[in-house]
T-cell receptor
């Protein structure tokens, strides 16, 4: 039972345009959401996060939107750059003891020059 | 220079052998985790530890074992009971809700 889903395994975008990566979750107990970026043979690096008390968080070219009623979040990258090409993982956690992260399956973003 | 160090980066193991993957952190984080990544799948939690001398099974703990004798160290042993051990293994530590990852170990069973 996948609690965090990224239904698009891949996405290609032209340089300079907007990249929109989507993520859905099923567990209403999740209250904190994160996006990680991963290059091949490297560990994921934290990109941006959002708490369930907000619906938007922005950091430079990256914006995460949260729609709690739809249990949906998205990551917008504007403008997209070739260096953004990587696998993006959506992750969620809930208040409680371990705060372990539940990850989606990832979306491979390719930004074309 | 704070961070998480996993070693080795690449590891080959003969079928039927146990192997231990190292994970060390100098971030002074209490919580540490082991994840496994397979093609087309997300990061799946193997084991996690919130504090020294305590650890809990994650979603796919069968065939794995861990220890947490020191705050800085959280080694993972892949035993011969793990039926499909070839994968990319990631160690992480966390403070509050943000996890920091090591560079990963690619384990291949030959």
């Amino acid at each position: 039972d996948q609690q965090v889903k990224q239904n698009s395994p891949s996405l290609s975008v032209q340089e300079g345009r907007i990249s929109i990566l989507n993520c859905d979750y099923t567990n209403s107990m999740f209250d904190y959401f994160l996006w990680y970026k991963k290059y091949p043979a490297e560990g994921p690096t934290f990109l941006i996060s959002i708490s369930s008390i907000k619906d938007k968080n922005e950091d430079g070219r990256f914006t995460v939107f949260l729609n709690k009623s739809a249990k949906h979040l998205s990551l917008h990258i504007v403008p997209s750059q070739p260096g953004d090409s990587a696998v993006y993982f959506c992750a969620a956690s809930r208040a409680g003891s371990a705060r372990q992260l539940t990850f989606g399956s990832g979306t491979q973003l390719t930004v074309l020059p | 220079d704070g961070g998480i160090t996993q070693s080795p980066k690449y590891l080959f193991r003969k079928e039927g052998q146990n192997v231990t993957l190292s994970c060390e952190q100098n971030l002074n984080h209490d919580a540490m985790y082991w994840y496994r990544q397979d093609p087309g799948q997300g990061l799946r939690l193997i084991y996690y530890s919130q504090i020294v001398n305590d650890f809990q099974k994650g979603d796919i703990a069968e065939g794995y074992s861990v220890s947490r004798e020191k705050k800085e160290s959280f080694p993972l042993t892949v035993t011969s009971a793990q039926k499909n051990p070839t994968a990319f293994y990631l160690c992480a530590s966390s403070i509050e809700s943000e996890a920091f990852f090591g560079q990963g170990t690619r384990l291949t069973v030959v």
